[in-house]
């Protein structure tokens, strides 16, 4: 016997409509790239998102056709999301941090056919566009009048323009809840970026999720600032949280230093926002050194990395302001984790909360964590025993894009998990830290390098024999790479040289911060390089002007 409720799908164009409907006042507002401050409401939002699902249909984008966006965090970004998704076509957001090479790759790979892209990566896009055939239409998110007349780039229509001429009403289709909604590539596996594709129904539940008590308690009387960016994770699902509450949203545009954010705060009234740990460095830096104070901020999601207990008690002791300590990743919307007291620590002290805090938080209903040894066996759960993190859930990887392999681990111990490729504890209450990485990607301010990208590109120097890459502790960065290389005989080659030798390689923020020449580095039995020896051997180890 089945349930006689009304079947209507989770769907992202359900997010808007009742945004639209239900909290249509609600303000949005974006710093604009010109460094203007653009004003509207979430009806304003829903009627140019239905201009945007016209102009992708006039495009003959066919169901879940891609389109792609190289923005920053914006309304225009806002109705790309809802419109595009909305339609039945996929949003794929790009990281415009990347090099060139690899965005011509991933455009690519996603067969990408119109790419929306702010005036401020012009020149990037002006670099890649002949690399990209698949892409037949380029918009730039600006005024129709803003739209340069000598870019070289065929096809390329201001945003305004593009929507302009659509009708402002539509009516969004029904389809099956498990289409694909949105696609993300994750550079936190080593070789080429693999794409995450999320479902509308993902993307719904995981919204729900984001705004539970114990992970950001979202309202309708909230004003949200996500300084995550868009084109990370979905800016951590933040944008559909927002329209599932109906709380304000608040978009900081390129400008993120700790001036201009303390600013924006301030101005908009912002009652939460989220980060990674070097942005909020930078906030604490800013407000410390001018004995600001914040008038109406009382919550902080911090994620990306680990953030330092010294961060988390500054911000709740001296400002007020609830740090929640998150974890998640790509391939996990990216919710998978979210620090909370349990009504059993309620009554403890500052002090005795101090080892909770530094961890990553527990699980939320819709997902579930366990950790195994090497032979695929559960660990207790003590907070002292560590092993390899496993997650799952409607709202986690089950596979990847085109069949670039299948995460899921098919052992009878762990039949359908996802492997996260981080080391984990977990307490007897359930709460998660990260202790290592199982795989030797490095993490910089919330934004994965891959060591083996580092290592290709310098055993391609003719003075290298060997190299090996890993990430030693940075105050601001949380990581940053080092490389060590054995040169060749009779060769020569100096730190300088072989920094240089990445430039047009890879992204400038991704070039190791120093070279180390040695005799010998050494090899497991395997003939693998044995990195837990080198991070030993480096454990005294400075970087330059640190």
């Known amino acids: 016997m089945l349930g006689l409720m ?51 249909e006039a495009e003959g984008v066919p169901f879940s056709g891609r389109v792609a966006t190289l923005a920053w965090n914006g ?37 990408d056919q119109v790419l929306c892209f702010e005036t401020s990566f012009l020149p990037l896009v002006q670099a890649i566009h002949t690399h990209c055939p698949t892409v037949r239409r380029w918009v730039l998110l600006c005024d129709a009048d803003k739209l340069p007349h000598d870019s070289g780039i065929p096809n390329l229509v201001s945003y305004e323009a593009w929507i302009g001429a659509q009708s402002d009403r539509y009516t969004w289709p029904r389809f099956d809840e498990n289409s694909a909604a ?41 004003v949200m600032l996500p300084v995550v960016p868009m084109f990370h994770v979905n800016a951590w699902g933040t944008p559909y949280a927002a329209a599932l509450v109906g709380a304000s949203l608040v978009f900081p545009g390129p400008a993120l230093d700790g001036k201009s954010l303390y600013e924006l705060i301030e101005a908009e009234k912002v009652t939460i926002t989220a980060g990674v740990p070097t942005i909020w460095q930078m906030l604490l830096a800013h407000v410390s050194a001018n004995k600001l104070r914040f008038s109406r901020l009382a919550r902080l999601l911090i994620g990306g990395s680990a953030a330092p207990l010294a961060m988390i008690e500054t911000f709740e002791n001296d400002y007020g302001v609830k740090a929640i300590h998150a974890w ?10 979210a620090w909370a007291p349990k009504a059993k620590h309620m009554d403890l002290s500052a002090q005795q909360c101090q080892p909770l805090k530094v961890k990553q938080g527990r699980a939320i209903f819709g997902v579930d964590l366990k950790i195994i040894d090497d032979q695929g066996h559960d660990v207790p759960w003590d907070g002292k025993t560590y092993g390899d993190l496993l997650i799952k859930g409607p709202w986690i990887l089950r596979a990847y894009y085109k069949g670039q ?81 054995v040169k060749r005989a009779g060769i020569e080659v100096s730190r300088e040289e072989l920094l240089r030798f990445y430039e047009d390689k890879i992204a ?39």
């Not at 609600?26 to 460094?35: H, L, Y």
């Not at 390089?529 to 640190?546: A, F, H, N, S, W």
């Open 508 to 546: 400038k923020w991704q070039i190791p911060d120093d070279v180390i020449f040695m005799d010998s580095i050494a090899l497991g039995a395997t003939g693998k390089i044995l990195k837990t020896k080198l991070r030993e051997q480096l454990k005294d180890y400075k970087l330059p002007g640190v």
């Open 405 to 485: 392999g299948s995460p899921l681990i098919r052992d009878e111990h762990a039949l359908g998990w996802f492997p996260t490729g981080d080391v984990a504890t977990i307490d007897a209450d359930g709460y998660m830290q990260i202790t290592d990485r199982s795989k030797d990607v490095i993490k910089s301010g919330g934004e994965w390098i891959s060591s083996i990208d580092i290592e290709n590109i310098a055993v391609a120097h003719p003075a290298v024999a060997m190299a090996a890459c890993v990430g030693v502790p940075h105050p601001k960065w949380d990581e940053r790479p080092v490389l060590l290389v």
């Open 328 to 337: 998640g990743m790509t391939e996990t919307s990216p919710l998978g984790t």
């Open 182 to 222: 949105g696609m993300c590539y994750t550079s936190g596996t080593t070789g080429d970026p693999k794409a995450v594709l999320y479902s509308h129904r993902s993307t719904i539940l995981h919204a729900y999720g984001v705004a539970l008590p114990d992970v950001t308690g979202l309202s309708a009387c909230d």
């Open 6 to 56: 009304q079947d209507h799908p989770l769907l992202i164009s359900s997010l808007i409509e009742f945004a639209e409907r239900h909290h249509g006042d609600r303000a949005i507002v974006s710093r604009r790239v010109e460094g203007d401050i653009h004003r509207y409401s979430w009806a304003d939002a829903a009627r140019r998102s239905c201009q945007v699902a016209h102009a992708v």
């Open 75 to 111: 309304y225009r970004h806002l109705e790309l999301y809802y419109g595009v998704s909305g339609a039945g076509r996929v949003v794929h957001t790009i990281n415009p941090r990347l090099h060139p090479g690899q965005l011509i790759w991933i455009v690519n790979h996603a067969e």
